[in-house]
């Protein structure tokens, strides 16, 4: 879907955080996020660290676009990078770490 649209639409394309993924607090205060791998099938668990607590912007249907606009609010964040670079670090996480585990989904695929 994405490898044919051009990079204004794939910073607009909704995802969402997938229903099928749980997570909580352990007792070392880590946050721990299970997904079902879809490569075996299996229960899968990851810490979430650094960049992948953008990962709790999707509990709603969000674009990659509207992230990056509230996150760069965050002068910590705006004083790095430039909006475009901070889409372009999302964009990366989305396709790496969520859409290959299906830890993130097409938000019109769970209409």
Avoid at 22 to 46: A, C, G, R, V
Avoid at 90 to 101: A, E, F, I, K, T
């Amino acid at each position: 879907m994405l490898n044919k649209t051009s990079w204004n639409e794939k910073t607009k394309t909704k995802f969402i955080l997938n229903k099928t993924v749980t997570y909580h607090e352990d007792e070392n205060d880590d946050i721990i996020l299970y997904y079902k791998s879809p490569q075996d099938q299996k229960i899968t668990t990851i810490t979430i660290e650094d960049w992948d607590f953008f990962i709790f912007y999707f509990e709603e249907p969000t674009t990659i676009k509207e992230v990056a606009s509230e996150a760069f609010l965050d002068e910590g964040i705006s004083s790095q990078m430039t909006k475009e670079q901070l889409e372009e670090k999302l964009y990366s996480m989305v396709m790496d770490r969520c859409m290959y585990n299906e830890i993130l989904t097409f938000y019109e695929d769970q209409k």
